[in-house]
């Protein structure tokens, strides 16, 4: 009974902020996630939490629908190749930016096809149901779509934007399994150096490059960037997860993401991802 009162308690909170928030112009939302990005990086500073390595391959005890994604790959392979069919009508990355991801790096030929921010599109996923299946047993899962790099395009340095995600990459389409390592991702985990904000220490970061059928989580709000260096598309499925945290904290995070995705940019990108075909 205390816990039913105690959950009232949080979703009728979660209501309040939710109002509040929709008063704000874009500048004081920022602020409001940039105080909530403080609370976690307080608490992984003080061993709340783990502070993630800039590439974690080991993550099956903590996350283990993604390994079931993993060995559905052949599924999830063939689903998006269809999609590629019609490349064109898929959405712009740019599209998706909803206010808070920097946009310098939307300047690459980039698309993607939207499965879920905060719900699941059901127009989109109708054209991938059996992927839409595998992604609806995966637990706090937030977002989920197929990043479509063009050939020989570089995803500039930049840091990402909520600290209480996790983000996955699952190499889908990967010229040659990456034969001449020609895409690639690379994450500077160092923390003094993301202190310092400079994207120019994304030269002190460690690469990784993508396989088909292998997947691979890191902290997104570390300096990184990519590049398809290849002669084709690169296609991988991206998700943000909710990253695990001591209970008092996922709690939090879970209210923080319910307030988020309730929001009118969010709302946005959930629209401008819907595709009409």
């Known amino acids: 009974m205390e816990f039913l009162i105690f959950l009232l308690v949080v979703v009728a909170l979660g209501f309040w902020i939710w109002r509040k928030i929709a008063q704000l112009d874009g500048d ?32 099956e005890r903590d996350y283990p629908a993604l ?26 990355i740019e599209a998706l930016g909803g206010g808070y991801t ?36 995966i637990p706090n899962l937030y977002t989920a779509f197929f990043s479509v790099l063009d050939p020989h395009q570089y995803i500039t340095p930049h840091f990402g934007y909520y600290k209480g995600f996790l983000r996955y990459h699952l190499g889908v389409i990967i010229p040659d399994d990456n034969a001449e390592n020609q895409c690639w991702l ?18 002190r ?37 909710a990253r695990k945290m001591p209970f008092h904290l996922h709690l939090f995070n879970k209210l923080a993401l319910w307030v988020v995705h309730k929001e009118g940019s969010v709302r946005r990108i959930r629209k401008n991802a819907t595709l009409d075909f």
């Open 28 to 59: 004081q939302k920022v602020a409001i996630k940039d105080g909530i990005n403080n609370v976690f990086l307080r608490a992984e500073a003080r061993g709340r939490f783990p502070v993630a390595p800039a590439f974690d391959r080991d993550y």
């Open 186 to 203: 690379r994450v500077n985990a160092d923390l003094k150096d993301n202190a310092k904000r400079d994207k120019d220490l994304v030269d």
């Open 102 to 137: 920097e946009g310098g790096i939307h300047s690459a030929k980039w698309k993607s096809f939207m499965f879920k921010s905060g719900q699941f599109i059901d127009e989109n996923c109708r054209h991938a149901p059996k992927t839409t299946e595998l992604l609806r047993q």
């Open 67 to 92: 390994k079931n994604l993993e060995r559905h790959y052949d599924v999830v392979r063939a689903e998006c190749e269809e999609l590629l069919g019609v490349k064109e009508k898929l959405t712009d």
């Open 205 to 241: 970061g460690e690469f990784y490059y993508w396989h088909d059928g292998e997947g691979v989580i890191f902290d997104d709000t570390f300096l990184h960037d990519a590049e398809n260096g290849s002669d084709r598309v690169r296609v991988v499925l991206w998700l943000d997860i």
